[in-house]
């Protein structure tokens, strides 16, 4: 499938400022330049399920992109550095960490996959965009966090795992008082009866999604294992 480019940057456009996020000539670019060629690369090694342009645009870019202000919010509040180093688990085929990299140049967002064919996605996409802030990590989330321990500022996962596998993975990957955002689907109060007693959450801040007719939430939660 081929979009058009016109009407996608349109609809782009107007989700943008439903989103109250702030975006220039350049990075709106970006985002039709990313979305051409993940169409194109979807249409042959299948890095989604989504293939209709109109979901792509609302439980994709549109997901995505809402977590921007909160983000920054969470500096503006002391909780994460103005240039922080943020692990997106299990990113897929760029989404959330690949366009939260192209609104937040002050962030360093290591993306971390397993699949070959997406990472190979992902490093293409990454010259492409000229992206200088992406790190693609082609390793299981696991061996990432044995390699690289208490070096991240924040973890964030979309639709990786359930709530307390992605808390654990986290964990040794975090700095002291580093945050993990879980962005969610669905209302997910079992989810958090099953967190482990040493996580906490901190913040649940529900989400409005452009052209999404859906709950979705970011859950932000910390540990309070003493390092």
Same mark, same amino acid.
């Given at each position: 499938?081929? $979009?058009?480019?016109?009407?996608?940057?349109?609809?782009?456009?107007?989700?943008?400022?439903?989103?109250?996020?702030?975006?220039?000539?350049?990075?709106?670019?970006?985002? !039709? %330049?990313?979305? =051409?060629?993940?169409?194109?690369? #979807?249409?042959?090694?299948?890095?989604?399920? $989504?293939?209709?342009?109109?979901?792509?645009?609302?439980?994709?870019?549109?997901?995505?992109?809402?977590?921007?202000?909160?983000?920054?919010?969470? /500096?503006?509040?002391?909780?994460?550095?103005? %240039?922080?180093?943020?692990? %997106?688990?299990? !990113?897929?085929?760029?989404?959330?960490?690949?366009?939260?990299?192209?609104?937040?140049?002050?962030?360093?967002?290591?993306?971390?996959?397993?699949?070959?064919?997406?990472?190979?996605?992902?490093?293409? $996409?990454?010259?492409?965009?000229?992206?200088?802030?992406?790190? !693609?990590? %082609?390793?299981? /989330?696991?061996?990432?966090?044995?390699?690289?321990?208490?070096?991240?500022?924040?973890?964030?996962?979309?639709?990786?795992?359930?709530?307390?596998?992605?808390?654990?993975?986290?964990?040794?990957?975090?700095?002291? #008082?580093?945050?993990?955002?879980?962005?969610?689907?669905?209302?997910? #109060?079992?989810? $958090?009866?099953?967190?482990?007693? #040493?996580?906490?959450?901190?913040?649940?801040?529900?989400?409005?999604?452009?052209?999404?007719?859906?709950?979705?939430?970011?859950?932000?939660?910390? =540990?309070?294992?003493?390092?």
């Amino acid at each position: 499938m081929i $979009i058009d480019n016109k009407l996608f940057e349109a609809e782009l456009l107007d989700g943008l400022k439903e989103l109250g996020l702030h975006h220039t000539q350049s990075n709106t670019r970006q985002l !039709v %330049d990313f979305s =051409s060629e993940f169409f194109k690369w #979807n249409a042959i090694h299948n890095l989604s399920a $989504i293939h209709s342009y109109p979901e792509y645009l609302s439980a994709h870019v549109m997901d995505s992109l809402a977590v921007v202000n909160p983000l920054f919010k969470k /500096v503006n509040e002391g909780l994460l550095p103005e %240039d922080a180093k943020l692990a %997106d688990l299990g !990113v897929g085929g760029g989404f959330p960490g690949m366009l939260l990299a192209i609104f937040m140049p002050d962030f360093e967002f290591y993306l971390v996959e397993a699949v070959k064919k997406k990472t190979a996605f992902l490093h293409h $996409i990454k010259g492409v965009l000229k992206l200088k802030n992406v790190h !693609v990590i %082609d390793q299981r /989330v696991e061996h990432f966090s044995r390699e690289s321990p208490h070096s991240m500022d924040a973890t964030i996962s979309r639709a990786f795992t359930e709530l307390k596998n992605f808390a654990t993975y986290s964990e040794p990957l975090l700095k002291p #008082n580093g945050v993990m955002f879980a962005m969610k689907s669905q209302k997910i #109060n079992q989810e $958090i009866e099953g967190l482990p007693s #040493n996580f906490q959450i901190i913040d649940s801040e529900e989400l409005k999604i452009p052209y999404l007719d859906a709950y979705r939430c970011l859950l932000s939660l910390q =540990s309070m294992r003493k390092s």
